[in-house]
């Protein structure tokens, strides 16, 4: 079984759980470890999140952060079901860190190997990771230095079997959560993205730069098209997580969460990278000059991409699931498929893609209020 460090994300999911189990000393040596691999050039910006508390708090930094590195909070990264963890951030006297503390590789494989991993942490380094992954743009610091070979054995030491089981253990009834996407008729749906997206690629065949460095930007992601009805099945601290854990972030502040009505249908389950591959080499769609400037920039791979094509794929299956060991294992790298390549890119962990029309109930709204999700009340 494939381990969770072979993947990106699930990388980060690894160092996001030892954090939230207090491993302190190995957040500061990551942050440092960013200061050092940063340019000094202006191209590059880091998402860090800072923690909001009740009472307005004293600066972190005494001089002010140098150009090129950024500190910014956006909305969506508050968009979690409770508080996060709040992070150590050391601080220093000068614009960068004490020659003194510099860290390498080795020493944050010595301190992954030093911390305890804690499964009652598994949901919530799961949102974090969610949250930090982007298919348009290079990686950010924390998920380079997170691939260093060093690091990645380490890592890969960590037995993954209970904190998969830990992410289990709020299995619910399927549930959709609606941001104001969902049109239905899933037939209608699948034909006209299968034109659009023809339409795209053409055109950027015609329009974009033949130079994949150049700066440009098209579709990134490789899921259905998003006015089919998707669902998940876990609710943490009974809030549902397809509230929670959403690639960049909640679209918005409120919601309408609706139960899913599941007979037998065949579901596609996507639970490791090999999963994906199939599905693309099964059904494959080349959306190449569409996605290659974004996807080039993920992984620094040049070549044909494919993504399934769900038209098809719907002739066969009523939906597919991407579960959260598929999520962590596959997610965000090249996946070779044949003489091509594809990117499992877009996906939430635990998401079921409907191809079919679905029944469902119980509408309920809900909203983003003193930083967590809740039920809107009905007013007497």
Known sequence: MTHLSEGPRGRRFLYELLVA???????RAVWDFEWRIAKDDGSRAYLVMVEETEAPAPPRFKVPAPPWFTRVRTK???MLSRRSTPRAVPTWKENVPPGDSLITSAGVADLIRAATPDPSHASHALTETVAAA???????????????????AALAEIDDRPLLKALEKDRTEPFAVLWGDWRGDAGTVLETWLAEITAAVERAQRERPADVRANWSGMWHSTPPYRLLKSQDRMVDGVPTGLTDVEDGPPRDRATVLSVRVKDDKVYVVDSAQAWVALCTDYPLDVTAEVRHDWYRVTGRDGTWIIPNWRDVARDWDGVLVTPRGYLTAAGRALPAGEHASVLAGWNPGETFWLRDCDTAGPEEWRFVDDRWEPVRAQP
Do not use: F, K
Not at 134 to 152: F, G, H, K, M
């Open 21 to 27: 189990g207090g491993a302190e000393e190995l957040s």
């Open 76 to 78: 969506h990264r508050s």
């Open 134 to 152: 982007r298919y348009w743009q290079e990686p950010d610091a924390t998920d380079l230095i997170l691939s260093d070979a060093v690091i990645v």
